[in-house]
């Protein structure tokens, strides 16, 4: 088959996926990743190389496992980086678009600016661009609701076991917390998420708050899911040793 019609092909599989609803993903990845000091100094926090792989590219792989090929990312500080390694998409048979922060807009302020790149979509998920995790973001799917994903609270520490005479039992090491869940950093939106975002300042502290407060927010629960958040060093040396033991993503 020739360029021409590769390309028509995949234009027409394209507008396709638009009319039955396959939904996009915002790829929220403008930040400066200050805690990351001093590797994001030279590169953006999605370009961290993780067992090797950049976050960024290790994202785009996991959604396509779970059939998601149209991407938008917010990209700001370093931007030229992401777009050179990630491209147009076509090495990850994806088609991905960019929108530009001239300025560091919050997670809440990137979402607004990327408003017209998925303005043609009833619903699409969000995704922060520190996340590395293996969940099924299809889960998420709840007809007319705006959606997050959660996972369970696990203690930074470990625990110590005693008996009711104090004495020392067993160790575990940074437990799940029972019936605690932390936002994982996945949502599905509808249109109506653009009514409770700001020009600047994060959805987490914004948008969440809002719809939560008048009800308008639902969670789903994953459990015994590989799932973390590159916030730190320590994070990088722990999110690889856990991929690299059970070949996750």
Known sequence: MGACACTLASNILYNLGKLIG??????????????????????????????????????VRWL????????????????????DHIGNGAKFDSRIDYSFEKKALG????????????????????????????????????ANSNVLAVVPLRSPFGMVELDVNSTVRGFIEKPEIPDRWINAGLYRFTQEIFRYLPQEGNIEVTA?????????????????IFWRSIDSHKDIEEASKEMKEARQL
Do not use: H
């Not at 805690?35 to 960024?56: A, F, H, S």
């Not at 059939?67 to 938008?72: E, L, M, R």
């Not at 917010?74 to 992401?82: D, F, H, P, R, T």
């Not at 995704?127 to 799917?141: K, M």
């Open 107 to 142: 997670t809440g302020g990137a979402l607004l600016n990327a408003k017209q790149l998925v303005s043609n979509q009833g619903s699409f998920f969000v995704l922060n661009g520190d996340i590395l995790t293996e969940l099924d973001p299809n889960r998420l799917n709840i």
């Open 64 to 83: 396509r496992k779970f059939g998601i090929k149209d991407f938008v990312m917010c990209v700001g500080y370093m931007k030229e980086q992401i777009i």
């Open 22 to 59: 396959v939904m996009k993903i915002v790829i929220l990845a403008g930040g400066f990743g200050k805690r990351l000091k001093p590797l994001t100094d030279t590169r953006p926090k999605p370009m961290i190389e993780v067992l090797n792989v950049p976050i960024i590219e290790w994202q």
């Open 208 to 224: 969440l708050p809002a719809l939560a407060k008048e009800g308008r927010l639902q969670a789903v629960r994953y459990k015994d």
